[in-house]
């Protein structure tokens, strides 16, 4: 099974950027959906952005399309997430996930991924 390693989170001026990375290891990404979840302190965890196994679709919660970019390099069997025009309300513990093995492509809800990140966190300051 696919082990997830999350990374590359910190602390940001509101309108400024960072990038993810989810480092896989095990499995080769190309065999899973993936997807990116973000969980604030009180709140549930909820779905940020996802990628489908082949890597030909993308998609976003409202909030973040425009701003977030999932995207995969597959010979370094990682995912990213860049985040452009970060805002305050984007501050959370992100999470990278992936769906069951050979899934074609998941949805927005965390019970349709089987695997996790330890997750990193992002903080945006004004």
Known sequence: ????????????QAGGSLRLSCTASRSSISNYAMGWFRQ???KER???AGMSRSGGR????????GRFTIS??????????QMNSLKLEDTANYYCAAASWGRSSAGMSEGEYDYWGQGTQVTVSS
């Open 1 to 12: 099974q696919v082990q997830l390693v999350d990374s590359g989170g910190g602390l940001v």
């Open 72 to 81: 995969r390099d597959i010979a370094k069997n990682t995912v990213y997430l």
């Open 58 to 65: 993308t998609y976003y919660r409202d909030s973040t399309e």
């Open 40 to 42: 604030a302190p009180g």
């Open 46 to 48: 909820e779905f940020v």
